[in-house]
């Protein structure tokens, strides 16, 4: 049964992938699979199938920022995830859209590339990323490649990945939570929560290379922060869920497996 009324519905800031392998399309899915119903604020378009992004088209910020006023007037919102921006100017709508977000849970989480190598945000709205940010949201989730280019960072450890977290931490005035999937060996998420650090082991699964975890993980954290967990419960039940999800997961096409929310909830 779906959480509604009282408990509000979740929205995903993010971009439209026609395979639903990853984008607005997953986070609803994810949503629902945790009892929320889910809305969505859409910032770019995609063509693109399991294999690889082909071209992007990053929708004007002014529509953007309309679309989430609009639905800010008309459903209970109980919290915010921003994923795939494709702009500079998305980038500071998604910065007013967490400021009106004030007090709900809000995970952001920084899709900069796509899996096959395409840029998804320009350089130089890489650099003004943690800036529009600060202070703006619940959590930070970016995965070791992201989190060393905003950290300016070497990650190869899970010791290095300590050390960028509290950094982004300080920089963004938030918790931050790096995704350890990249990791050489045994995959470790490492929280960084503005006092303490937090490992969440992940033993890796036998599968082909697995498309829109990053979007499964951060939409399975904001479901939980919405529902009343803490912080830690929040992002252990994630690394929980997105392992299950990627064991579960399928081809559906000739390139990288998709995952099923559904499957296993």
Not at 48 to 70: A, G, I
Not at 167 to 192: D, M, S, T
Request: hydrophobic share 45%.
């Amino acid at each position: 049964m779906l959480s509604q009324g009282r408990k509000g519905v979740l929205v995903s800031v993010a971009g439209f992938d026609p395979s639903a392998g990853a984008g607005v399309l997953l986070d609803l899915s994810v949503f629902r699979s945790l009892g929320f119903r889910g809305t969505a604020v859409l910032t770019a378009l995609t063509v693109q199938d399991t294999r690889k992004v082909r071209e992007v088209r990053s929708l004007p910020s002014r529509f953007v920022l309309s679309q989430y006023e609009t639905l800010a007037r008309d459903v209970p919102i109980a919290g915010v995830k921003v994923g795939m921006l494709g702009s500079g100017a998305n980038l500071k709508a998604a910065s007013g859209i967490l400021a009106a977000a004030s007090g709900l849970p809000r995970v952001v989480d920084p899709v900069l590339r796509s899996s096959s190598g395409v840029p998804l945000l320009d350089k130089h709205a890489v650099r003004a990323f943690l800036p529009a940010l600060k202070g703006r949201l619940s959590l930070l989730t970016p995965n070791i490649e992201e989190a060393a280019l905003l950290s300016g960072l070497k990650i190869t450890t899970v010791r290095d990945m300590e050390t960028a977290a509290r950094r982004l931490a300080e920089r963004i005035l938030a918790p931050c939570l790096i995704k350890g999937g990249h990791l050489r060996g045994h995959p470790v998420n490492v929280l960084f929560d503005g006092a303490k650090t937090h490992l969440f082991d992940s033993p890796r699964i036998a599968r082909p290379p697995v498309h829109g975890t990053g979007c499964y993980f951060s939409s399975a954290v904001l479901a939980r922060l919405a529902g009343g967990f803490s912080l830690v419960s929040a992002c252990r039940q994630a690394t929980r869920l997105t392992r299950e999800a990627i064991r579960t997961s399928a081809a559906v096409g000739r390139g990288r497996w998709l995952m099923d929310p559904g499957l296993h909830e």
